[in-house]
């Protein structure tokens, strides 16, 4: 029995980790092989490694005139509240890569109890850009869900600013 129940739990586990947690539809996510609608875990969502998700940049898919503003629409996918240290949003940009500096655009969202993790929550948060240009910089949104028991989250999109 205790071998049984060992094996359901690694299984549960490996289906837990297949799971999507973070969207980033305008910019478009590096990679964005996802179908329309979006279900709650869709793996185009899942990315833990690196500041990117371990996702290789490429060429720029919006450009932006320097110190605009814009909109930046995103999804948290599923939703890992820990109550004892509830996690974050944040959207920042990198002039110098996936390991460059990332500076915040906008302050912290707070994350919050759904009560289901499988909830899905969009957002549409205005930032403003720098005033400096880039051919290829790089804008991230992240979910730090300060959960023990979950990684990080990660998207990134290649813009250019004129």
């Keep these: 029995m205790l071998k049984y129940l060992l094996g359901l739990i690694l299984v549960l586990q490996l289906t837990n980790?297949?799971?999507?947690?973070?969207?980033?539809?305008?910019?478009?996510?590096?990679?964005?092989?996802w179908a329309v609608p979006i279900d709650s875990g869709d793996n185009a969502c899942f990315r833990v490694r690196g500041n990117c998700g371990n996702v290789t940049s490429g060429a720029p898919v919006a450009i932006y005139n320097a110190g605009s503003t814009i909109n930046v629409f995103f999804q948290q996918n599923y939703n890992h509240w820990y109550a004892e240290n509830p996690g974050f949003l944040d959207i920042s940009i990198s002039y110098d890569g996936d390991n460059g500096d990332f500076t915040l655009l906008s302050p912290q969202i707070d994350d919050y109890n759904a009560w289901d993790m499988v909830t899905q929550t969009n957002y549409t948060v205005p930032v403003s850009l720098p005033n400096k240009p880039c051919k290829n910089c790089v804008l991230r949104v992240r979910y730090i869900c300060n959960n023990p028991a979950e990684p990080n989250f990660t998207q990134c999109s290649d813009i250019a600013i004129i």
């Design 17 to 33: 980790s297949a799971f999507g947690h973070l969207c980033l539809f305008d910019p478009p996510q590096r990679n964005p092989n």
